[in-house]
T-cell receptor
Framework: AQSVTQPDIHITVSEGASLELRCNYS??????LFWYVQSPGQGLQLLLK??????LVQGIKGFEAEFKRSQSSFNLRKPSVHWSDAAEYFC??????????FGGGTRLMVKP | EADIYQTPRYLVIGTGKKITLECSQT?????MYWYQQDPGMELHLIHY???????EKGDLSSESTVSRIRTEHFPLTLESARPSHTSQYLC???????????FGQGTRLTVV
């Protein structure tokens, strides 16, 4: 069975600092990997996705993520965080025709 | 641009009332999903559908029911609302072989 772990429930960073949100997955084959962001009271918006090819993927809002097969990880990064990045971030895993499995989420807080 | 809509956005209703949460998408997606999410918590899949006349229960047991009479419409019904049903309900859709899910903005339900 596929599963996703986001080890950090809460993370606080200062505005302008770099950010890395961790995501580890368990899946029998190379999965499709996703990062979604959720602002308070809103639905989920796709930040980026990995299906195959280049293991470093670029997303919207200046985010990127790197797929590391040896570590079963898909960590999300941003070089300089903005106050508007404060939100809940969800990592998800799936494969063609299968449903997504979501991690528990990481709440990002940004200090001025 | 994803086009998936949920109504109402917010609903406060008394115990014992019957409610229907609406979800519609204009992308022609066959697969649709309902997730339940408590504030700041992970998403739990409660129902999904692979197409018209197809409905399945998800990982989390729910007293709600769903129907799929038209491709674009996937309503969720609670026959008798209880305070334990208070939560946010998120609807999503995806193409058959593409796991990427597109989310509505959610319905925040409060049962008093």
């Amino acid at each position: 069975a596929q599963s996703v772990t986001q080890p950090d429930i809460h993370i606080t960073v200062s505005e302008g600092a770099s950010l890395e949100l961790r995501c580890n997955y368990s899946y029998g084959a190379t999965p499709y990997l996703f990062w979604y962001v959720q602002s308070p009271g809103q639905g989920l918006q796709l930040l980026l996705k990995y299906f195959s090819g280049d293991t470093l993927v670029q997303g919207i809002k200046g985010f990127e993520a790197e797929f590391k097969r040896s570590q079963s990880s898909f960590n999300l990064r941003k070089p300089s965080v903005h106050w508007s990045d404060a939100a809940e971030y969800f990592c998800a895993v799936g494969h063609a025709g299968n449903m997504l499995t979501f991690g528990g989420g990481t709440r990002l807080m940004v200090k001025p | 641009e994803a086009d998936i809509y949920q109504t109402p956005r917010y609903l406060v209703i008394g115990t014992g009332k019957k409610i229907t949460l609406e979800c519609s998408q204009t992308m022609g997606h066959d697969k649709m999903y309902w997730y339940q999410q408590d504030p700041g918590m992970e998403l739990h899949l409660i129902h999904y559908s692979y197409g018209v006349n197809s409905t399945e229960k998800g990982d989390l047991s729910s007293e709600s029911t769903v129907s799929r009479i038209r491709t674009e419409h996937f309503p969720l019904t609670l026959e008798s609302a209880r305070p334990s049903h208070t939560s946010q309900y998120l609807c999503a859709s995806s193409e058959p072989m593409n796991t990427e899910a597109f989310f509505g903005q959610g319905t925040r339900l409060t049962v008093v």
